[in-house]
């Protein structure tokens, strides 16, 4: 199986070949694989001029929605790694997926700054938080993209034997997942995808709005 494109850099082109057909779904809210790909690129140029450089991880503390797959999309283009947090967990099971990846930065929204504000937890204390108001934007800055032999996920295993581990996956194995579940399943732009788990959970990241930008289709 051929892969030439990370699925960062698939969107893009998925904006480019089809900028008006819509890209996620969200209630009444419908983005375009244009405005999503623009809103990917501010979010990735945001994070470069917080600092986030090439190789550096991420932390997204989120529900999940359109903000999520942005988020997730715009640290790959900045060619960070995300790291997905789990905010159904205690904050020091929290504290210790800080201490294990040492992100650059926790993403997260007013909620969780909230929450990482008031954790007893010191290595939650010492984090560096982001949310969305903190991030600024230049039109003249360009992200640097996401290398296809580059880390892109740091996954953690459910624990059932332990403390949960940090699993590394790369931007290629993601790509050839999502290849091959799209040809497995024939799936094409008219094609819509229902997402009613957690995106922090990676195989559901996958299998949805991945899946949907990989296909061409809907994410909802």
Known sequence: ME?????????????????????MLEGDLRVSYRDL??????FAVGLVLAGVEAGNRVALLLEGGIEYVVAVFGIWRA???????????PDRDIGYAIELTQPRLVFTDDDG???????ADSRIRA?????????????????????????AVIAFTSGTTGRSKGATITHRSLRVHSMAVA??????????????LPLYLLSIFLVGPSLAIESGGVSR
Do not use: C, F, K
Request: charged residues 25%; glycine residues 4%.
């Open 3 to 23: 892969v030439d494109l990370s699925l960062e850099a698939l969107l893009s082109r998925r904006a480019a070949e089809m900028p008006d057909h819509p890209a």
């Open 37 to 42: 790909d623009r809103r990917v690129t501010e």
């Open 79 to 89: 060619g960070a790694i995300w790291v997905p947090l789990n905010p159904q967990i």
């Open 113 to 119: 700054r909230a929450r990482l504000a008031a954790a």
């Open 127 to 151: 984090a560096r938080i982001a949310d969305r108001p903190s991030l600024t934007y230049s039109p003249e800055q360009q992200p640097p993209g996401a290398e296809m032999a580059g880390d």
């Open 183 to 196: 040809d497995h399943y024939a799936m094409g732009p008219e094609d819509r995808i229902l997402t009613m």
